[in-house]
């Protein structure tokens, strides 16, 4: 009995990657255009805070559930763009997508632990006057916007398969039959 490639992601995947799309737009949204344009002092500010910190620990977690399935289950071959180039960006775009994933997990707690915002949220310690005084800010802030710029190389790949190639590539990330 041989085992074929599946032609769709699994359920779970599906769940994953489309729970995590929507959990990192917030997370731009948040980090790169709600906190900056709010001012230390303002009370929305530690809110806005906490919430970048609880969305970027569920973006972790189901980076780990999504990191354990691609290692344990069959996932449908790579998609093909009819161009070796192409081809190729599309697997390095995937895989940055985990580093920098990982890269901003970390980078984040590195400065969750070094502005003790624990005792920020718990109101025992002031806001931090400027992030950057923690090593771990620079990266996080570079690591943003390339995921931002890879966030739309995928969105834009995607809608290149789906209406110039017309390969419904789009089906395999959503539920149906295999």
């Known amino acids: 009995m041989s085992e074929?490639?599946?032609?769709?992601?699994?359920?779970v995947h599906v769940v994953i990657h489309w729970l995590m799309a929507l959990l990192v737009f917030m997370m731009l949204g948040v980090g790169?255009?709600?906190?900056?344009?709010?001012s230390p002092q303002d009370p929305q500010k530690v809110m806005l805070l906490q919430s970048h910190t609880y969305i970027g620990a569920a973006i972790t977690i189901l980076l780990i559930v999504r990191l354990i399935l691609k290692f344990t289950t069959k996932s449908p071959a790579p998609a093909d763009a009819g161009n070796a180039f192409l081809n190729f960006v599309g697997k390095a775009v995937h895989v940055l997508f985990y580093i920098l994933l990982i890269g901003m997990a970390i980078s984040g707690l590195g400065m969750y632990q070094l502005a003790n915002l624990p005792a920020v949220f718990s109101g025992a310690q002031a806001y931090p006057p400027n992030f950057f005084d923690y090593l771990p800010r620079n990266g996080h802030g570079l690591l943003s916007w390339v995921l931002l710029v890879l966030v739309l190389l995928h969105v834009g790949a995607a809608l290149y398969h789906q209406f110039i190639r017309k390969d419904n590539l789009i089906a395999r990330m959503w539920f149906g039959k295999s």
């Not at 074929?4 to 359920?11: A, I």
């Not at 790169?32 to 709010?38: D, I, L, T, W």
């Open 4 to 11: 074929t490639t599946p032609k769709r992601y699994t359920p």
């Open 32 to 38: 790169k255009f709600a906190m900056p344009s709010v």
